[in-house]
């Protein structure tokens, strides 16, 4: 009876939604990645990337909005590295990526040690505060859930629709589909499958790096080393999870927010009995359940991970 009533409380679904949040920006990224014929494996690097230069931004005196757009701005350029890799010249699109997380990772770290070299713990910024907004912020449950949350946790909600709106909506959304089903067929549209696909990939990887910025800007008010923990390997599933499909996407980040929550109220039901580490994998057996019930019914996009060439036909 008290597990119900965990789940009935409004600030369990609050939780369950921030801890979502960086999960929506990187499911989000790596949807508009493959859904263009691209995986990228990036994500993991193209997180702490984000995390770091937002958060340095803001140290240097950028502002918090100034921080996300730099974060953007670093998700960008790494993704531009992997397009560039893998769809130009055709490299695997696995070794390309993890090659990108090593790098990105590693320079996001050396940048932190070379910026502060003398510090023991890492300075603290002011990070965005949760939104108070009149009358909706005051509703019974829906209120604290979902209207008292930091503006970049709104900002993921809205991308959610503006991204559903592009690729389903939109001539440019429609083509970014069509090249990562049948690239050839775009291609004879007098469409460049190249611009189409290196686009996918930095505009995908910007959002990733927002979700980084997310955790050091929002979550937390610092950036430390494995921070990240795993978030961005989580993203990779949920979105064959969510069938390349952003309202779907949104349904897994909240599920695996909403375990991970869970958990962490269930140990003081029954922490005493269980190790706290039964608890800690709790989210992660769960969510691969659920990728296994649903992945096998997926309509993945059918020239994912197909190196295309220019005349190819």
Known sequence: MEII???LTANFWAAALRIATPLIFGVLGALICERAGVLNLGIEGIFTAGAMAGWMAVWLGAGLWGGVLVAALAGGFFGLIHAILTVPLGLSQHVSG???????????????????PDVSSPPRIIPFQPLDIPILSDLPFIGPALFSQT??????LVM??????????TPLGLAIRAVGDNPSSV?????????????????GSSLMAMGGAFLTM?????????????????CIALTVFASWRPGKALLGALLFGAFDAFQVRLQTEVGAFLPSQVFLMMPY????????IVARKADYPKALLVPWFKGQR
């Not at 993890?98 to 502060?116: D, K, Q, W």
């Not at 503006?151 to 993921?156: C, S, V």
């Not at 291609?187 to 505009?203: C, F, K, N, P, T």
């Open 5 to 7: 009533d965990i789940l």
């Open 98 to 116: 993890i090659g990108v997380t090593l790098l990105a990772t590693s320079l996001s770290y050396f940048t932190y040690r070379t910026a502060l």
């Open 151 to 156: 503006a970049l946790t709104m900002l993921a």
């Open 160 to 169: 959610v629709f503006v991204t559903g709106w592009v690729l389903y909506r």
């Open 187 to 203: 291609e004879a549209q007098g469409l460049s499958v190249y611009a189409l696909r290196i686009g996918a990939v930095v505009a």
């Open 218 to 234: 929002s979550a937390f008010d610092a950036f430390f080393f494995g921070m990240i923990n795993g978030r961005g390997w989580v």
């Open 285 to 292: 057996l769960l969510s691969i359940a659920a990728l296994i």
